[in-house]
């Protein structure tokens, strides 16, 4: 079966709010790179930018878009 680019991108777009919607239900987060920064958007959707130091301890601050 052959997909043009469009209809790839609407499987991956219902995939991706499928997924959410799961994680939402089950209190999980979700895990995700934009922009380069690494982001945790917890079940209520806010959102948070983790950082590591130079040591390795890992750090959370409020991500604003």
């Known amino acids: ?3 043009n680019r469009e209809q790839l991108q609407e499987v991956l777009k219902k995939a ?3 997924a959410r ?3 939402r239900e089950s209190g999980a987060s979700i895990y995700y790179i934009k922009n380069n920064k690494r982001v945790r958007e917890d079940a209520e959707g ?3 930018m983790i950082v590591f130091d130079a040591t390795g301890k890992r750090q959370e601050y409020e991500y604003h878009e």
């Open 1 to 3: 079966m052959f997909v």
């Open 16 to 18: 991706n709010q499928h």
């Open 21 to 23: 919607k799961q994680a």
């Open 46 to 48: 806010n959102k948070f």
